[in-house]
Nanobody
Framework: QGQLVESGGGLVQTGGSLRLSCAAS????????MGWFRQAPGKEREFVAS????????DQADSVKDRFTISRPNGANTVYLQMNSLKPEDTAVYYC???????????????????WGQGTQVTVSS
């Protein structure tokens, strides 16, 4: 089976930037939608951003609009999340996910994703 591996997390100050990456291995995700979710301590995992298989359709949570950008160059098996103007409330474990049932669209619901990475910690200090 394949796996998703996130990287790029770390500790930054308010207003700083980070770029997360998600690399797929073991099988191709070329026809899968991809998404980013995050989970803060004591809270539910929430949607952040998503992109379809070809990289030309995207969606974002209102909380990160105009600050975060998801990308999937050439519809590849690697997706990125560029995070700018980070806030303390962005602190969470960020998870990459893939959807084998949706590829033309960019799903926003957790239930539509069937594979998950282990997550990467993002901490934003005040």
């Amino acid at each position: 089976q394949g796996q998703l591996v996130e990287s790029g997390g770390g500790l930054v100050q308010t207003g700083g930037s980070l770029r997360l990456s998600c690399a797929a291995s073991g099988y191709t995700f070329s026809r899968y939608a991809m998404g980013w979710f995050r989970q803060a301590p004591g809270k539910e995992r929430e949607f952040v951003a998503s992109v379809n298989w070809s990289g030309d359709r995207r969606d974002q949570a209102d909380s990160v609009k105009d600050r975060f950008t998801i990308s999937r160059p050439n519809g590849a098996n690697t997706v990125y999340l560029q995070m700018n103007s980070l806030k303390p409330e962005d602190t969470a474990v960020y998870y990459c996910a893939s959807s084998s049932n949706y590829y033309y669209t960019a799903p926003t619901l957790r239930s539509r994703y069937n594979a998950w990475g282990q997550g990467t910690q993002v901490t934003v200090s005040s």
